[in-house]
């Protein structure tokens, strides 16, 4: 073939160099495989024979066409994962620390690795790490829920990638994922609630308003232009949420935890009593939750706080976040649907809602066991007694 039937991204090279007694000849292939970053990128190659280098061409125009092509560069997994978080612009604050957080342990170990080396089994060696509690930069091993979490944002980074045509397959969406470690969920009892109920503090009305279902997030930012007395209802429109050194003001979760929520007489008491006692003391502000300088609580200082409660009621020690699933538990104890517990909870999904926050206590059990009596009539099946006051 002449050098004037070449196609035109193949240029014959005579060296100064001889072989076998002649000038030694090289093909240089030069093909254009689109940008990166607005740069125009080149694959450039030298080949001994021509058919090799035009074999690789027809390769290289084969991946262009059915964009399977993927340019030879040095991305590393470290840059990877800050590029992916950075590009991050819609999530809120909090998210972004959790996926970080994930992300900053793959860097620890494997971001080194070049993406287009990264393999299954090196994702698999770091689960298996985690799991032990050896790998770098953790000092206990990791739940199934954690390297599941780990594993979804790794695909998410990766899968960008292969959006941006930089990457052809995701090894991370290979990888197994745990199975879920079903946690035992702790709920204080009715009793127990009670106590609390009647137990006056400072923060009396924010534990009335924890075993009514508001997270913490919520309880930290709930202001006193969120309640209405006269027509007796909460809105829950803010969130204040500990991101690092950090509070962060922002919105609800999601759609549902935006609501609005009737208010029980339990929690209309124990709010009046809040503000009598906020006014008294000179350091009624802008949120519910504050202490006994005004100053609005921290969320950790809300969980801490909640715990010492506990303790001055000889109460066993269970999160804040239970008292939730003691709401959810004890409404549905006394026969209230999911769909409305799903919604009082500020939940997307009723299913989430039975799977997570029901359960049954030993009470209820004992209950259940009385149907099997032989002297049960169907007049001793009394109808499901209204809304728990915990709702």
């Avoid at 991305?75 to 959790?98: E, F, N, P, Q, Y």
Wanted: with cysteine; charged share 30%; net charge positive.
């Amino acid at each position: 073939m002449s050098r004037q039937q070449l196609p035109p991204q193949i240029k014959k090279i005579t060296l100064k160099k001889r072989e076998n007694g002649k000038p030694a000849v090289r093909y240089q292939l030069c093909v254009d495989v689109g940008t990166i970053d607005g740069k125009r990128k080149q694959h450039k190659e030298r080949f001994k024979n021509l058919d090799d280098a035009l074999a690789v061409l027809a390769k290289l125009t084969d991946q262009r066409a059915t964009g399977t092509f993927v340019h030879d560069e040095k991305l590393t997994v470290r840059k990877m994962c800050d590029d992916w978080i950075a590009s991050k612009h819609k999530l809120k604050a909090s998210t972004i620390k959790g996926h970080k957080d994930k992300l900053t342990i793959v860097q620890k170990n494997i971001g080194d690795i070049e993406v287009l080396k990264l393999t299954k089994g090196d994702i698999d060696a770091l689960i298996n790490k985690l799991r032990a509690g050896t790998a770098k930069g953790i000092r206990r091993r990791w739940s199934a829920r954690s390297v599941n979490y780990m594993l979804s944002v790794l695909t998410a980074a990766l899968k960008d990638l292969m959006k941006q045509g930089r990457l052809v397959r995701n090894v991370a969406a290979l990888v197994d994922r745990l199975p879920s470690e079903q946690q035992e969920m702790k709920t204080l009892t009715e009793e127990q609630m009670y106590m609390i109920f009647d137990h006056e503090c400072w923060d009396q009305h924010l534990w009335v308003l924890g075993l009514h279902g508001l997270r913490r997030a919520e309880l930290a930012g709930l202001r006193w232009e969120d309640i209405d007395f006269v027509i007796g209802t909460i809105s829950i429109t803010v969130t204040r949420v500990g991101v690092g050194n950090e509070v962060v003001v922002g919105t609800p979760k999601s759609e549902k935890s935006r609501r609005v929520l009737p208010m029980p007489e339990d929690v209309g008491r124990a709010l009046k009593a809040a503000q009598t006692r906020q006014k008294a003391a000179g350091v009624m502000g802008e949120y519910v939750s504050v202490n006994e300088k005004g100053k609005p609580h921290l969320p950790n200082t809300i969980s801490f706080r909640w715990g010492r409660m506990l303790d001055a009621l000889a109460i066993p020690r269970v999160r804040l976040h239970d008292s939730r699933h003691t709401c959810a538990t004890l409404m549905h104890l006394r026969g209230v649907p999911i769909a409305v517990i799903a919604a009082w909870l500020g939940h997307a999904s009723a299913a989430f809602t039975q799977k997570t926050y029901a359960h049954s206590q030993d009470a209820a059990l004992v209950t259940a066991a009385q149907t099997f009596r032989r002297d049960v009539t169907k007049r001793d099946n009394k109808p499901a007694a209204e809304l728990v006051t915990a709702a």
